[in-house]
């Protein structure tokens, strides 16, 4: 059973940095995209950021792009979102999601399999 797990969300002034953690329990020998979404109060949720199993394979979100970065550790299936210069529109709550693929990308939430509890991040100005 595939489970994700993740860390590192909290309250934060704008301008400020944040990194998140995603671990992937349950996946061995299994080649998988990861993403991030974001969903804050009476909003739909959104696409960030996606990254293939191959690391250069990334896309991000307009909004983000620039600010923030999607890593992953294939060997420690972790993946991270570091997030800087952060903005009082990046309050949400942070989901990551994952899907078994050796390459395709999606910023469909509907694409992605396995998702986390979520995590809260919260940008005060």
């Known amino acids: 059973q595939v489970q994700l797990v993740e860390s590192g969300g909290g309250l934060v002034q704008a301008g400020d940095s944040l990194r998140l953690s995603c671990e992937v329990r349950?996946?061995?020998?299994?080649?998988?995209?990861m993403a991030w979404f974001r969903q804050a109060p009476g909003r739909m949720r959104e696409f960030v950021a996606a990254?293939?199993?191959?690391?250069?394979?990334?896309d991000y979100q307009e909004s983000v792009r620039g600010r923030f970065t999607i890593s992953r550790d294939i060997v420690n299936n972790t993946a991270w979102l570091q997030m800087n210069s952060l903005k009082s529109e990046d309050t949400a709550v942070y989901s990551c999601?994952?899907?078994?693929?050796?390459?395709?990308?999606?910023?469909?939430?509907?694409?992605?399999?396995?998702w986390g509890q979520g995590t809260q991040v919260t940008v005060s100005t």
């Open positions: 990254m293939g199993w191959v690391s250069s394979s990334t």
């Open positions: 349950g996946v061995t020998f299994m080649m998988y995209a």
């Open positions: 999601a994952a899907r078994r693929s050796a390459g395709t990308l999606s910023r469909t939430a509907t694409f992605y399999d396995w």
